[in-house]
Nanobody, 130 residues
Framework: QMHLVESGGGSVQAGGSLRLSCVAS????????MGWFRQVPGKEREGVAF????????YYADSVKGRFTASNDNAKRAAFLEMNDLKVEDSAKYYC???????????????????????WGEGTQVTVSS
């Protein structure tokens, strides 16, 4: 059973930065897709960014392109999401998730893709104030 430990998040003013981290206890398969979804109460969960382990594929939602940067440390099974120029609309609970035995695809940014992700973190709150 894979466990995901998330850290980062918090409260910041618009224009500020935060960094999210997600570490997997283990990988069962050679290829994995790790990323973040976010959710606001009353709305559907949406894909934000995804990064491959190993591999080089990184995918971003249009709403965060140019502001968020995903990176990883394959040896540590860790992924990071650097969030810059944060906007009020970025406020949400961010969930780390892993899709085992598979790569990341553009479709994971679309609604309904969360069913492809087997392992989930508990989520971390990001609050951006104006």
């Amino acid at each position: 059973q894979m466990h995901l430990v998330e850290s980062g998040g918090g409260s910041v003013q618009a224009g500020g930065s935060l960094r999210l981290s997600c570490v997997a206890s283990q990988f069962h398969d050679y290829k994995n897709c790790m990323g973040w979804f976010r959710q606001v109460p009353g709305k559907e969960r949406e894909g934000v960014a995804f990064i491959e382990f190993p591999g080089y594929g990184i995918y971003y939602a249009d709403s965060v392109k140019g502001r968020f940067t995903a990176s990883n440390d394959n040896a540590k099974r860790a992924a990071f999401l650097e969030m810059n120029d944060l906007k009020v609309e970025d406020s949400a609970k961010y969930y780390c998730a892993v899709r085992p035995d598979g790569w990341c695809y553009e479709r994971h940014l679309k609604k309904g893709s969360e069913s492809e992700f087997t392992y989930w973190g508990e989520g971390t709150q990001v609050t951006v104030s104006s």
